[in-house]
């Protein structure tokens, strides 16, 4: 599928996904979403591709929902399209790991959808914010519930109630983000960490991705069951010998995702 507001370039098993509509700050609206969920889909079938890093321009990953095409929509047309509800959960089906590369904005819904990736690394000029509340609105997919489980409460409510941004430092004090690098070296490190993910075994960290994500979802006890259970189950697979062996004879795994 030829996308229009995304641009997807596969190279050495890391598809980089970036979205581009610049006009709009990547505003995100009802084509880009969908395109991004069949590019995203379209990822996971490919073998070709072992990670996937999403990002934007340098001044702005996405500056949230498109406010001109949300502006005159009705409760009724809201509730009837369930308005970005089957994209967003598209999105967190994503089985291979996704990589969100942030520089510039990061608002709304642009901020939503970095925390729907596995994890974040930003530029130093990155600025993560919930403004919705300045619209009459608040978050709509999950900014609410993941933002407050990933830098707790009062960081959370400061920022859905006041409007107000976090900037890269505040955000890796915070634990919303792994790691913060100078403007430049933002695609580099992001593709870096992407290629060191690919060298894995796609069964040890699809297995890793859905056991993290399970502490989300679950109780810990409930989450450490299901975690143990994966442990066990990787056991069952030739990497797992491949990988305890190459540890024992001293040289490099060669992972076959059996
Ligand atoms: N939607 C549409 N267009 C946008 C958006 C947006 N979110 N953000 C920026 N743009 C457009 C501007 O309208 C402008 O277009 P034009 O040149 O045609 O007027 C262009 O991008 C450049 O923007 P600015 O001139 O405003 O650039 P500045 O550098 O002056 O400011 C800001 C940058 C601070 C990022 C500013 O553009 C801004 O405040 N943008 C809006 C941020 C915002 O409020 N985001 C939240 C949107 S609501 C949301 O995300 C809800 C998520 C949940 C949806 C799911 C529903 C279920």
Redesign the pocket.
């Known amino acids: 599928m030829a996308y229009q507001t995304l641009i997807v370039e596969i190279e050495d098993y890391i598809a980089l996904i970036r979205l581009n509509r610049p006009?709009?700050?990547n505003?995100?609206?009802a084509q880009l979403l969908g395109e991004l969920v069949d590019a995203l889909k379209s990822a996971d079938e490919n073998d070709k591709v072992r990670c996937i890093v999403i990002t934007g321009s340098e001044?702005?990953f996405?500056?949230?929902?498109?406010?001109?095409?949300?502006s005159e929509k009705s409760f009724v047309d809201?509730f009837t399209t369930d308005?970005?509800?089957p994209e967003?959960e598209a999105i967190t089906r994503t089985r291979k790991p996704i990589i969100a590369a942030v520089s510039g904005?990061a608002?709304?819904?642009?901020?939503?959808l970095a925390l729907m990736c596995d994890f974040i690394i930003c530029s130093e000029s990155a600025k993560f914010?919930?403004?919705?509340i300045?619209?009459g609105?608040i978050?709509?997919?999950g900014?609410t519930q993941r933002l407050t489980r990933f830098v707790g409460k009062a960081k959370a409510m400061d920022m859905h109630l006041t409007?107000r941004f976090m900037d890269a430092t505040e955000a890796e004090r915070s634990g919303l983000v792994s790691r913060v690098v100078p403007n430049a070296k933002l695609i580099p490190e992001a593709m870096a960490a992407a290629k060191k993910i690919s060298e894995k075994s796609m069964l040890a960290a699809a297995a890793a991705k859905e056991a993290v994500n399970r502490s989300y979802e679950t109780t810990l006890r409930e989450g450490i069951l299901f975690e143990r259970r994966l442990f066990h189950g990787l056991f069952a697979t030739e990497d797992q010998k491949e990988g305890m062996a190459a540890f024992l004879e001293k040289r490099e795994p060669q992972f076959r995702d059996k």
């Open positions: 006009d709009a700050l505003a995100l609206n001044k702005a996405a500056a949230g929902a498109d406010i001109k095409e949300m809201m308005y970005f509800g967003a904005y608002l709304g819904g642009g901020c939503e914010g919930q403004p919705e300045n619209l609105v978050a709509g997919i900014g409007g």
